[in-house]
């Protein structure tokens, strides 16, 4: 009998509920708007594949100048650095082969090695380009244990975003 009575009292509850459910009605609205976010680009334009080639080199030579142009073609502005990698298979003249950037000698191709070459001003703005003048010198006191040596490198141009990754101007990270 107990059952029976809280039996009829929910059935009553719920048809309460759905009566008063249907009796009231709301005005609604709603609105929406697009949200599109497109990531910025960071390329570095395609260097020449061979910018020196020279042969028979003798001490005291200064190659003729070549130019190295870095041009960046994405949408966010970026530091760049320069860097000399040596071949594993390359002869020793890298020992002594002077590298002159813009008629500034900037060492050894070995000292060259695990550094770079980078200062505040070397960043571009999108679609910019800069030109630097790059001539090698075997100095003429070269001497004989380096007659028929080779080097055989890369030129290494890496880029960075400047956007949220600068400090006193200067990059916080060249991390990908």
């Known amino acids: 009998m107990r059952k029976r009575i809280v039996v009829s009292m929910l059935v009553i509850a719920l048809a309460a509920a759905l009566l008063g459910g249907a009796a009231f009605a709301w005005f ?11 990531a910025g ?12 080639s020279v042969s ?10 070549e130019t190295l142009t870095i041009t960046n073609s994405g949408s966010l502005e970026m530091f760049y650095r320069i860097s000399f990698v040596t071949d594993p298979a390359s002869g020793t003249l890298g020992d002594v082969l ?9 060492g050894t191709l ?50 960075v975003q400047t956007k949220n990754n600068e400090a006193d101007g200067l990059p916080l990270t060249w991390d990908e």
Do not use: C, W
Not at 56 to 65: R, S
């Open 98 to 106: 002077h590298v002159y950037i813009d008629g500034v000698d900037q």
């Open 110 to 159: 070995a000292s060259l090695e695990s550094a770079f070459i980078f200062d505040s001003t070397m960043r571009l703005a999108s679609g910019a380009s800069k030109d630097f003048s790059i001539k090698f010198e075997l100095p003429g006191t070269t001497g004989n244990v380096y007659q028929g040596q080779t080097y055989t490198g890369t030129i290494v141009v890496q880029a």
């Open 41 to 52: 680009t960071l390329d570095l334009a395609a260097l020449p594949e061979t910018l020196f």
């Open 56 to 65: 028979d080199m003798a001490p005291g030579d200064v190659t003729a100048a």
């Open 28 to 38: 609604t609205d709603s609105e929406s708007a697009a949200a599109e976010f497109t």
